[in-house]
């Protein structure tokens, strides 16, 4: 089996079979691009490429209110900016790190109504000459496809209204959620739709939705199912309906959600967050015949050779039995990652994840 594309390794890690290898990917932060510049990367070569190791091209489209998008203040070390989301933020020039949000336009359901209005799914919401400058590069080389959604709890606290907001209207406003969690989707998956039937067909959709931190989630079991559980599902149903899979970005401890997930068929759960309480061993063992698991790999240790090497023997070779599984950090590359050492880390997970 050695030899195998992107696409074929992710195939049959989905269908929770061997490949050559397991895939390995990983998103190192800016900074962290940079640092592997001055420490001998070539410029403008794709770090995947510099390492041998495996890359997803993603597909998106802009279902945002279209609001203004303009800087507001510029200094040496920060930009405060506007977004087509209407928030706010500053954010810092010289760090990765989440940008500090100040204020948001759609702070009550009234204003939500005005935002819905501007939401419309229109072509020119695609990015065609994009997909016509690579798309077919992309088949060529064999690579896995992912489109990305963007909807549900997270990006419509942390971009939209604001957390405070969502977490008091999550209570006492339900069926204004229920209908920012929907409208976010059903114009993602409009737009999406205009993608597929133009002859650009994914393999995988994926979306970011953080509803957990430290130990805890960000609301019940009970809420999840009321609120969000239903629009997921949505989403997963008009992915299956394409013969497309669906890979869910949630960090935080969201382990009693997991079931959830599964019964409204999931088919891949990343980052597996460590340092938050997620056990990637254990939920291998649990669900590894219901789902495919992407990351648990403590990224508080990458800079430590010896500490990461024992994390690595210890996860990698249960998280490949069978397959199904995707290696990566649990959340992302810190500048505090060095080229040699990801370069080790690599190396070592071919090793490891070799069938």
């Known amino acids: 089996m050695s030899g195998m594309t992107s696409y074929e390794r992710f195939k049959r890690m989905y269908e929770h079979r061997e490949a050559d290898r397991i895939p390995i990917i990983d998103d190192p932060w800016r900074t962290t691009i940079e640092r592997w510049r001055r420490e001998g990367m070539p410029e403008g070569m794709h770090f995947a490429d510099y390492f041998g190791i495996d890359w997803v091209p993603k597909i998106y489209v802009d279902n945002s209110p279209r609001y203004e998008e303009k800087v507001i203040e510029e200094t040496d070390t920060y930009t405060i900016y506007t977004t087509k989301w209407g928030a706010t933020l500053k954010q810092w020039k010289h760090a990765t790190s989440t940008p500090e949000?100040?204020?948001?336009?759609?702070?009550?359901?009234?204003?939500?109504?005005?935002?819905?209005?501007?939401?419309?799914?229109?072509?020119?919401?695609?990015?065609?000459?994009?997909?016509?400058?690579?798309?077919?590069?992309?088949?060529?080389?064999?690579?896995?496809?992912?489109?990305?959604?963007?909807?549900?709890?997270?990006?419509?606290h942390s971009w939209t209204v604001g957390t405070e907001t969502l977490l008091i209207a999550l209570v006492e406003e339900p069926e204004w959620c229920i209908d920012m969690f929907n409208h976010f989707l059903d114009v993602n998956i409009a737009l999406l739709d205009m993608v597929w039937d133009a002859g650009y067909t994914f393999d995988a959709v994926y979306w970011p939705d953080d509803m957990g931190y430290k130990d805890r989630q960000f609301f019940s079991v009970n809420m999840y199912r009321e609120l969000l559980k239903p629009i997921h599902k949505k989403a997963i149903d008009?992915?299956?309906?394409?013969?497309?899979?669906?890979?869910?970005?949630?960090?935080?401890?969201?382990?009693?959600?997991?079931?959830?997930?599964?019964?409204?068929?999931?088919?891949?759960?990343?980052?597996?967050?460590?340092?938050?309480?997620?056990?990637?061993?254990?939920?291998?063992?649990?669900?590894?015949?219901?789902?495919?698991?992407?990351?648990?790999?403590?990224?508080?240790?990458?800079?430590?050779?010896?500490?990461?090497?024992?994390?690595?023997?210890k996860v990698i070779p249960v998280m490949k039995e069978g397959g199904g599984y995707i290696f990566s950090s649990d959340h992302s590359v810190p500048d505090s990652v060095s080229l040699e050492n990801f370069r080790y880390i690599t190396d070592l997970a071919k090793k490891l994840g070799s069938y």
């Not at 020119?124 to 909807?151: H, M, P, T, V």
Request: proline share 5%; glycine share 6%; charged share 30%.
């Open 101 to 156: 949000f100040l204020d948001f336009i759609i702070t009550s359901p009234d204003k939500w109504k005005e935002a819905k209005e501007r939401m419309v799914p229109t072509r020119d919401r695609i990015d065609w000459s994009y997909l016509e400058k690579n798309y077919k590069k992309w088949r060529q080389q064999g690579l896995w496809i992912e489109a990305e959604l963007w909807f549900g709890f997270d990006v419509t």
């Open 238 to 313: 008009w992915a299956h309906s394409k013969g497309v899979k669906t890979h869910l970005h949630s960090c935080g401890n969201i382990n009693p959600f997991v079931p959830e997930l599964i019964e409204i068929g999931l088919d891949a759960l990343n980052p597996l967050e460590v340092k938050a309480g997620m056990n990637p061993v254990e939920l291998k063992h649990k669900y590894g015949k219901d789902l495919v698991f992407h990351g648990g790999i403590n990224a508080v240790l990458w800079n430590d050779v010896e500490a990461i090497t024992e994390e690595m023997r």
